[in-house]
């Protein structure tokens, strides 16, 4: 018999929930696969990559963390909301960005949105735990 939201929340410690967002954070939908969740957990792992990959071939950039430029610097943390998938293209030299291509700001869009996207699906999966969901 699966066990109800409320169910997983009362054995659900702080430091379980910790390593939940963790996961989530590293793998986009790590969390609800964790919860169970499946579905929405799959579509996550698929869709938020698939996002930044996206970003990265219109020539996208991640922004570096400035914080002499507070937009910038903003910029950096929500491309870095996606996980290890950001630690991977950063470590392997992608995302340079090119300012005369004319995919630029659309590349630039879609990497900041899956990270930010990435964050609301680790609060998500937070609610869930907590049985708010």
Known sequence: MRATAAE???SME???LALL???AWAMPGAGHLW????SKGAVFLVVLPLMFVIGL???GRL???RASEPLVALAALADLGIGATYLIAR???YGGGSVTAATYEYGNTFLIVAGLLNLLVIVDAYDVALGRK
């Open 8 to 10: 997983r929340a009362g």
């Open 57 to 59: 071939a219109l020539q």
């Open 63 to 65: 922004f570096p963390f």
């Open 91 to 93: 470590a392997l030299g």
């Open 14 to 16: 702080k430091g379980m």
């Open 21 to 23: 967002c963790l996961a």
């Open 35 to 38: 919860l169970r969740r499946t």
